[in-house]
């Protein structure tokens, strides 16, 4: 699987934009991108994924570049409940079920 | 309420005994997952399963052990052979073939002294 790189931390105002970005220049054709987050002591969960189309569901919406070598999560209308430990993950969509490889993630603090 | 339960949330144990963490679902899914996570990093897989009765190793399973009997159920066994056990351990499923959207309980807090 690609490697990530995300910034340790970001700080986010309430109620605005929060762009995380994630660059993953070793990506190949095949994989996907997929983000997850993590509040405090809780387990991760799901977010959004994609593949080379931008996506957007009810959480997030996420940007991926032409060159599929880097990508941004972005939450519209940050709020408090949205401060969390956020991971970008690039895999192959297998068949099987396997691994996800979590690294450190972005802090994402959002301000009141 | 579908979803992934683990218990207890925190669990205290001396240094030499085995001890058990649950990990029950009711979603009907098929694969499982088990992770670690030490203080500021991020999730490192100990054992999966993709189906009743087969498991396979993650990238840490020494002094771990798990069992999947039943596929609502798989609980993962931390043995006195696993040398730094203190850790926060985290179950996860998944639909067969979906294994990017996992699905997490909310974890056990386990501290061995």
């Known amino acids: 699987d690609a490697k990530t790189t995300q910034p340790t931390s970001m700080d986010c105002a309430e109620g605005r934009a929060a762009n995380l970005p994630c660059n993953h220049s070793t990506i190949s054709g095949n994989e996907y991108v997929y983000w997850y987050r993590q509040i405090h002591s809780q387990g991760p969960q799901y977010i959004i994924h994609?593949?080379?189309n931008n996506e957007t569901n009810e959480m997030a919406s996420l940007i991926i570049t032409e060159d599929r070598k880097s990508s941004t999560l972005i939450l519209p209308h940050a709020t408090l409940r949205d401060t969390a430990v956020y991971y970008c993950?690039?895999?192959?969509?297998?068949?099987?079920?396997?691994?996800?490889?979590f690294g450190e993630g972005t802090q994402l603090t959002v301000n009141p | 309420d579908g979803g992934i339960t683990q218990s207890p949330k925190y669990l205290f144990r001396k240094e030499g005994q085995n001890v058990t963490l649950s990990c029950e679902q009711n979603?009907?899914?098929?694969?499982m997952y088990w992770y670690r996570q030490d203080p500021g990093q991020g999730l490192r897989l100990i054992y999966y399963s993709q189906i009743v009765n087969d498991f396979q190793k993650g990238d840490i399973a020494e002094g771990y052990s798990v069992s999947r009997e039943k596929k609502e159920s798989f609980p993962l066994t931390v043995t006195s052979a696993q040398k730094n056990p203190t850790a926060f351990y985290l179950c996860?499923?998944?639909?067969?073939?979906?294994?990017?959207?996992?699905?997490f309980g909310p974890g056990t807090r386990l501290t061995v002294t």
């Open positions: 994609g593949l080379k």
């Open positions: 996860a499923s998944s639909i067969q073939g979906a294994a990017y959207e996992q699905y």
């Open positions: 979603l009907n899914h098929d694969a």
């Open positions: 993950i690039v895999r192959v969509e297998e068949t099987s079920g396997s691994r996800l490889t």
